[in-house]
T-cell receptor, first 113, second 111 residues
Framework: DVKVTQSSRYLVKRTGEKVFLECVQD?????MFWYRQDPGLGLRLIYF???????EKGDIPEGYSVSREKKERFSLILESASTNQTSMYLC????????????FGEGSRLTVL | RKEVEQDPGPFNVPEGATVAFNCTYS??????FFWYRQDCRKEPKLLMS???SGNEDGRFTAQLNRASQYISLLIRDSKLSDSATYLC????????????FGGGTRVLVKP
């Protein structure tokens, strides 16, 4: 069974703290993605990666960075968390970039106080 | 205008009834289309792809209307377990084959 695992389901952080969200997939997929999901706005792409050490900006990369040192792991970093980054963060992976099938993790709900 | 728009609902549907809803997209150069399902507090999962000729998967039928730039999803004989949010997803070729998600349509099937 395919699996995308996100390290934390719920996090509470304070403004200005550094936040790491980690994602691991066991499907040997080339491509990995970070989305955030907010009510009324749907899923918005933050960053994606199509290979180890490669990264591409999505639609809303400001305030975020990513790291992909190993094929199976894709990390999202908030250097200095702000309250407008309170959201549900979803990691996904896929075997091909133009495939419609993304496999999502269960999500990480981040609250920034 | 959003690139992919959906009626947020909720669509309240009696069990056994048929429900249909649309999703409009703004870019006529869109390449491919999909419906995802997201249960409450769960991750989205691919429900079905949408082909130009229309396609069925059991009680679910997806249609594409390129001229009017919308896709639709029809659910027949609704079950309580069909209660979920249905996300419309469009692959815009010009955007480097990135997927763009609509905000979702919430469907509530009631006994």
């Amino acid at each position: 069974d395919v699996k995308v695992t996100q390290s934390s389901r719920y996090l509470v952080k304070r403004t200005g703290e550094k936040v790491f969200l980690e994602c691991v997939q066991d499907m040997d997929h080339e491509n990995m993605f970070w989305y955030r999901q907010d009510p009324g706005l749907g899923l918005r792409l933050i960053y994606f990666s199509y290979d180890v050490k490669m990264k591409e900006k999505g639609d809303i990369p400001e305030g975020y960075s990513v790291s992909r040192e190993k094929k199976e792991r894709f990390s999202l970093i908030l250097e200095s968390a702000s309250t407008n980054q309170t959201s549900m963060y979803l990691c996904a992976s896929s075997s091909r970039l133009n495939t419609g099938e993304l496999f999502f993790g269960e999500g990480s709900r981040l609250t920034v106080l | 205008r959003k690139e992919v728009e959906q009626d947020p609902g909720p669509f309240n549907v009696p069990e056994g009834a048929t429900v249909a809803f649309n999703c409009t997209y703004s870019n006529s150069a869109s390449q491919s289309f999909f419906w995802y399902r997201q249960d409450c507090r769960k991750e989205p999962k691919l429900l079905m792809s949408v082909y130009s000729s229309g396609n069925e998967d059991g009680r679910f039928t997806a249609q594409l209307n390129r001229a009017s730039q919308y896709i639709s999803l029809l659910i027949r004989d609704s079950k309580l377990s069909d209660s979920a949010t249905y996300l419309c997803v469009v692959n815009f070729k010009a955007a480097g084959n990135k997927l763009t998600f609509g905000g979702g349509t919430r469907v509530l099937v009631k006994p």
